[in-house]
């Protein structure tokens, strides 16, 4: 089974053909804009094509998280474009979103899959080696590769993975990967040539002029 259909099976997706990749152009939005700045974002990522949209929320205020939650699955709603909530197990539940990634100081893997059941995606991040071999364990769907490359949106980077380390984990690693950190027009081919699953952007669609070119842009350099 390809790690891209292993993902498909594991989780029901409205209007999701099965040979669909969910991964190709991942969205993670930034915590910095506000409301209307964000529906805007996700707005024009969908309409130029963005395949998944991971909603961030690192001040810790739960309330704006749930709100901000619920704005971008209203916008999702009937694109068959998951929606994953970041780091927080009670508001993916809360949102009913379609999944959740958990950093390495998070909620264990283990315990969020009890939690959100066997139909929701379940991501993690990976920051090391070491890290990518306990994976293979655990009961995830994806992973996500952190840094590739050293980026102001993420101040305590453990590891620059860059392009040769990149290649590597896909080689050993049984999950779909989706490369993030410092990833932008100018280094994405090199990243495409690794054969990653997929890709996650935060600055490169959510500061562009127009977020929907954009990504129209990126998914035509994607291929």
């Not at 409301?35 to 810790?60: D, I, N, S, W």
């Not at 379609?98 to 100081?105: A, E």
């Not at 995606?121 to 992973?143: C, F, K, R, T, W």
Request: charged share 20%.
């Amino acid at each position: 089974m390809s790690r891209i259909r292993r993902t498909i099976n594991a989780i029901k997706l409205p209007n999701v053909e099965s040979e669909m990749n969910p991964y190709r152009l991942y969205l993670v939005t930034d915590d910095q804009q506000d409301l209307e700045t964000l529906k805007a974002v996700v707005t024009g990522a969908v309409a130029g094509g963005v395949t998944m949209v991971q909603v961030r929320e690192k001040h810790g205020d739960v309330h704006a998280f749930i709100e901000r939650a619920f704005a971008v699955k209203a916008i999702l709603q009937g694109t068959g474009v998951p929606l994953i909530i970041n780091d927080r197990v009670d508001v993916a539940l809360a949102v009913d979103a379609d999944g959740v990634h958990l950093g390495q100081s998070d909620m264990p893997a283990d315990t969020a899959r009890r939690l959100i059941g066997k139909d929701k995606l379940l991501g993690l991040s990976i920051e090391n080696e070491q890290q990518l071999i306990d994976a293979e364990s655990l009961p995830i769907d994806y992973v996500g590769l952190s840094a590739i490359f050293a980026t102001p949106t993420k101040s305590n980077t453990k590891k620059e993975w860059g392009i040769e380390g990149l290649r590597n984990a896909v080689a050993k690693c049984s999950f779909p990967i989706v490369a993030i950190g410092g990833i932008n027009a100018s280094n994405l081919d090199a990243i495409v040539g690794t054969n990653v699953d997929g890709v996650a952007l935060v600055s490169a669609i959510c500061h562009a002029p127009s977020p929907k070119q954009a990504t129209i842009d990126l998914l035509k350099q994607i291929g």
